[in-house]
């Protein structure tokens, strides 16, 4: 099992120079670190604080339902931090600024408590692809159905996890619902930014099955969601 050392993983993509030096940017830009805004104040350390081996361990230990999931997909009862460690920089910094962006654009304040809940959500809502096999996760070619459904677990798995964090409750919901493409379920707007930045921020990636959209077509591809009902306009709008 890896263990995430957000002072020394080495994963693919994330050096440990990487990693050292956007923790100092972060930690140079924002001062002092305030515990209760950790995620705002200081993300790269907010991840570290959640996604770590005792961490896994302990949810697994509180929550009987991560198990159950894993052993009725047959997959095995063990995790991987280093399936997260690649996205730190490259997916989930990104999302949460996208997210974040949305979010005040559609008139909200930073200051709001639900503008900390949802950059919390948009740190950690892939922090159930750590029990993902890495040969799924990371693989070239076109996935198979099983592997499909295999990864779409990791809405649920975050959720089980982000449950036993401590962390409001709605945290774990945002996570859970952040690739359920409906604008009846994304009726909030913490579900809407969370949403749409997952979606932009993954296609403006290069990953293992793609190369990276430009920020047209990227953004092309989520009003074609929208006119399909997936996602709410409205929203998309906010990322010019």
Known sequence: MGFFNFK??????????????NFNRF???NGSINENNLAITSPIRFIGKYVNSASIEKAMELNPNIRRILEENNLPVQ??????NSIIMSHL?????TAQKIYVKMGHKKEENNYLLLTQAALLHDIGKVFIPSEILNKKGKLTPKEREIIELHNQLSYEIIKTTGLNPKVAVYALEHHNYSKKVKSNHENQALTIADVYCALREARHYKRPYN???AKTILYDMGAKGQLDSRYISCLF
Not at 79 to 84: A, K, L, S
Not at 93 to 97: E, Y
């Open 215 to 217: 920020d047209i077509a």
């Open 8 to 21: 020394g993983a080495l994963s693919r993509g994330v050096s440990q120079n990487n990693i050292n030096d």
């Open 27 to 29: 930690e140079a830009d």
């Open 79 to 84: 995790f991987n931090i280093q399936n997260f």
């Open 93 to 97: 910094i990104p999302t949460s600024k």
